[in-house]
């Protein structure tokens, strides 16, 4: 039995769901937004392990019985509110029905795509930047300020060539740098703030699906490719085979960040280098899968059925 | 070349306020970084390539990143008032705050208390079911430990703990103790609002010890046998400074109900916090280099 957690109008949710059925395996999908409720949950730990049971409007299904758990951890969307508490306390009483889930799957021995321990450290970009150098990809240069001198210097160094984005996974956006932004460099002060230089290259992403690797290249002539469709500008997405040493480096950084199921982002440059920017716990492979027709979904239900 | 040690927290903590006063008694160059004071006024800039190196400043103090040679963490992560973190831009500041520090103190070679493994960014203070899933390997035994959102379930494990136990919300530091038929019949409402989490409670003498470094400092008395328990789990968790709250049986076995790897100094006796502060600067001082 495979657990889905999540929402439906999540469309990775959705697209597990229709591949597990697809596929014919058997799995429950516990709507967040009915729990508790309709879906109501007991689990014990002690010395001997973990125990208890998920029932649903279905039935009532052990939790030993779990091969593999994949969850989505957003937050509650368009659940009521109860009635006679605040809002600070209705807040406090959705955490607690997540922490009583969340708490559970850190827990569990079964693959779980992914826990949520394993899932914080691309909270911190810095760290992760850290990280990922150490597995032999290089990184971009990188400037992180409050100092707006600092910020202008580096500007001049990388020629005028460089991105500013958050450091943290709040409002990811990045953007591009111009002379038009030096008048604004003395909001710094209010907000350390990370400069990036601009590296050219080919945009790759990396699934890592347990010890497997899908490879997706990338190409368009927008300046991020994730909003090509919606800026009206072309997207070509391929299957792509990576160096033997990439495509190891990419599992054992997702191994070493305990991610079974993982997002990584690389670019290679002209002269064949590999730049990491990032690897993410909890990615939307659903946009790589109908740009490149890649079968990521079924690769994920098979390591969630305990095929491999 | 100067040599900093780099406290960073709230200046109201007791632990930075003793811990700072002790180094600067012994005439050591402290930086504290109160972290809701920060911005504007922190001057900090972090080149990271093939060499990581930056500065860091404060008012009338400047430290290269190769000055800084212990630090003591206590953050929050929270860069701004409360109000101000009601505030959108608030709580920008304080995820980006996070996200720097979380980095910055991974770059820094010096002895850093405690440099957190992500797994615990969000969770500093563990109880039985954290342990167990962060540290496989755990020696201490646990309380049983239930999770429920049925009130039935919840009855039949207070019969299975002896009519005994105790409920916790999962995501505050408090505890509530149910002895009775009666009482534990208050779990009955409750359940219809919150998930029940509820654990045995352990009879035995219930002990605080303070890991600091290599040393455990208990508040009543030395214990051999639950002192390396307590060092093993500290290292597992890579943590310097923690704090157990312990039970040990009279048949002597030791059960750790929580962890803290963030140990407040409110409650502690004057003897423990005066033990404590002491080890802790030893631990910080441990990383100096010699003065050339």
């Known amino acids: 039995m495979i657990l889905v957690c999540g929402v439906l109008a999540d469309g990775m949710i959705e697209l597990m769901c229709a591949r597990l059925n697809h596929m014919g395996y058997p799995y429950l999908f516990l709507d967040e937004l009915r729990f508790p409720g309709e879906f109501n949950l007991t689990w014990s730990i002690s010395a001997k392990g973990v125990d208890g049971y998920i029932s649903a409007p279905s039935g009532r299904f052990n939790l030993a019985d779990i091969t593999g758990v994949y969850a989505r951890y957003v937050q509650y969307r368009g659940g009521t509110k109860r009635e006679g508490i605040s809002d600070r306390e209705d807040e406090l009483v959705k955490s607690e029905y997540q922490a009583s889930l969340m708490q559970l799957l850190d827990i569990l021995p079964c693959v779980v795509v992914n826990r949520v321990r394993a899932s914080v450290s691309n909270d911190s970009k810095p760290y992760q930047q850290l990280m990922v150098s150490t597995f032999g990809f290089h990184t971009p240069r990188t400037l992180i300020t409050t100092m707006p001198e600092e910020a202008r210097a580096f500007y001049e160094d990388c020629g005028k060539k460089i991105i500013y984005k958050s450091l943290s996974g709040v409002r990811s956006i990045v953007r591009r740098f111009e002379d038009i932004d030096l008048s604004r460099l003395e909001r710094v002060r209010n907000c350390p703030t990370q400069f990036q230089e601009v590296v050219e290259g080919v945009d790759i992403r990396v699934h890592t699906v347990g010890d497997e690797v899908i490879a997706t290249e990338l190409t368009s002539d927008a300046s991020d490719y994730r909003y090509a469709g919606s800026t009206g500008h072309a997207l070509k997405a391929r299957a792509i085979e990576l160096p033997e040493e990439v495509a190891s480096a990419c599992t054992r950084l997702a191994n070493s960040a305990g991610l079974t199921v993982s997002g990584i982002d690389l670019r290679r440059t002209i002269d064949d280098r590999y730049f990491c920017f990032e690897i993410n716990p909890s990615p939307g492979f659903l946009f790589f899968e109908r740009a490149s027709g890649q079968p990521i979904s079924e690769a994920v239900a098979r390591l969630l059925r305990g095929d491999r | 070349m100067m040599s900093y040690t780099l406290i960073i927290g709230r200046g109201d903590d007791p632990c930075c306020e003793l811990v700072s006063a002790r180094l600067r008694s012994l005439g050591q160059n402290v930086m504290l970084l109160s972290e809701h004071q920060l911005f504007p006024g922190l001057q900090f800039a972090w080149q990271l390539n093939e060499e990581s190196y930056g500065t860091l400043g404060l008012e009338s103090q400047n430290a290269r990143f190769d000055e800084i040679d212990a630090v003591l963490a206590r953050f929050s992560g929270i860069a701004c008032s409360p109000e101000e973190f009601e505030t959108k ?204």
């Open chain 2, 89 to 292: 831009n608030g709580r920008y500041l304080s995820s980006e705050w996070h996200a720097l520090i979380r980095g910055f103190l991974e770059t820094l070679p010096c002895p850093v208390v405690n440099r957190l493994g992500s797994a615990l960014w969000y969770k500093p203070f563990l109880r039985p079911a954290d342990l167990m899933s962060l540290v496989p390997e755990l020696k201490f035994q646990t309380p049983r430990t239930m999770v429920t959102t049925s009130f039935e379930d919840a009855l039949a494990f207070f019969d299975l703990c002896g009519g005994q136990l105790c409920y916790s919300p999962l995501t505050f530091r408090s505890n509530y103790f149910i002895y009775t038929k009666d009482a534990v019949q208050r779990l009955n409402p409750l359940s219809n609002f919150l998930p029940l989490h509820l654990s045995e409670i352990v009879c035995g003498e219930p002990l605080d010890a303070y890991v600091v470094g290599n040393r455990v400092i208990f508040n009543n008395g030395s214990h051999i046998s639950g002192e390396s328990l307590c060092l093993e789990t500290a290292a597992s968790l890579k943590l310097s400074f923690c704090h157990f709250r312990l039970i040990r049986t009279v048949e002597d076995a030791w059960y750790c109900l929580s962890l803290d790897c963030t140990p407040s100094l409110f409650q502690c006796e004057m003897k423990t916090r005066d033990a404590v502060v002491a080890s802790l600067v030893e631990t910080l001082l441990s990383g100096k280099r010699v003065a050339s």
